[in-house]
Every structure is written in C-alpha cells, then in structure tokens.
C-alpha cells in the first residue's frame, strides 16, 4: 500500500556529526573554511544530528577533498571584452563514516555546486566562494538522507 511516512528522512542509528576540515586540492586558498562552516551549520539546521567538536565523542564524521575550484566567464561585454558576469564552480569528493561500525554512509561521492558573480555588482571572488560553499554544503546533507 502506497502511502505517507513519518519516519525520519535521516539514520536514525547517528546522532553526532564531527565535520573534519575539508582538504583543499584547488588554487583558490579558504574555500575550505567556508565550505566546512557552511556544512557544520547545515547540519545542525536541516538534520537531526548534533555537530560534536571531539573526534572521539562523534558517532560520525564528514569529511572530504575539494578536488577543483574554477572561474568560467558567463557573459562579457562587446566591446571591451570585459566580463560582466563570471561563474565559480566548486567540485567535492564526500566521505561520511561511522565510527561506531566502521560503515562508509556516504563513499567518496564526487559532489558539484557553483555560484555566478558580477564584479561590477561589487560582488568578487570571496562573495562567490561563500555562495557556491552554501550550495555545495546543501548538496551534501541531501546525500546524508536515507536512501529511497
């Protein structure tokens, strides 16, 4: 019978989350920080789980390699040449494993997100990187919800 569940979207067997610095294989330097914080707070949000500061107190851990950070030109100005708006694409390769049982949840996902940008809104490099790091970190917790 088709029908409608309460049951949680989550594992139930995790409750805490220690989210390890990302690694960063890019030449764009603190996308790793933005990244890792934007994930932190997501999972805190949008999960049941508890983000944990001690390793050896988790049940969990989320961790991962920002494999590419790249700045493609979407639109450029006729004249000049100029960029008008630019696009940041981030690419992450996701683990998630639990401690307890030594069971990847989450198996070297490669997971994409991207932000566009316009420098001539004030909008720079830095203002992307939080925005694309949000949307990666989105993504990511939709990968922590059980399989349907």
Same mark, same amino acid.
């Given at each position: ?60 851990? @989320?961790?991962?390699?920002? #494999?590419? +950070? /790249?700045? !493609? ?5 006729? %004249?000049?040449? =100029? ?22 949840? @989450?198996?070297?996902?490669? #997971?994409? +997100? /991207?932000? !566009? ?5 004030? %909008?720079?490099? =830095? ?22």
């Amino acid at each position: 019978m088709a029908g409608y569940s309460n049951e949680s979207l989550f594992p139930e067997e995790v409750a805490s989350v220690y989210v390890e610095m990302f690694e960063n294989q890019s030449f764009w330097r603190g996308v790793e920080y933005e990244l890792s914080d934007a994930l932190g707070k997501r999972i805190e949000v949008e999960t049941p789980y508890k983000i944990i500061s001690s390793l050896d107190r988790a049940d969990t851990v @989320i961790s991962g390699q920002i #494999v590419q +950070a /790249s700045v !493609s030109i979407l639109t450029s100005e006729r %004249q000049t040449g =100029r960029a008008l708006e630019k696009q940041l694409q981030l690419q992450a390769v996701v683990n998630w494993k639990n401690l307890k049982t030594g069971e990847l949840l @989450i198996d070297n996902r490669l #997971v994409n +997100a /991207s932000a !566009s940008f316009s420098e001539w809104q004030n %909008q720079g490099f =830095r203002y992307a990187s939080a925005l694309a790091a949000n949307n990666l970190a989105r993504k990511i917790v939709e990968l922590m919800g059980k399989k349907w």
